[in-house]
């Protein structure tokens, strides 16, 4: 099981899995609507999956 940022609680973890996404890096091309979309998926866990793409293409950079 793949390490999700600090604040992905458990049910947006299944609700990623669920749709298939196993790693951070798959959500870089993934519109965030999309994701908003899951049952499960909450303001937080968007809001922490956001900020570590975001860092993740600082540290890229």
């Not at 999700?4 to 993934?30: F, I, M, S």
């Amino acid at each position: 099981m793949t390490e999700w940022p600090k604040g992905v609680a458990k049910p947006a973890v299944r609700a990623l899995n669920a749709a298939g996404y196993t790693e951070l890096k798959q959500l870089e091309q993934v519109d965030l609507t999309t994701l908003k979309d899951l049952h499960g998926m909450g303001p937080k866990a968007l809001a922490a999956i956001e900020a570590a793409l975001k860092e993740g293409k600082k540290s890229v950079e």
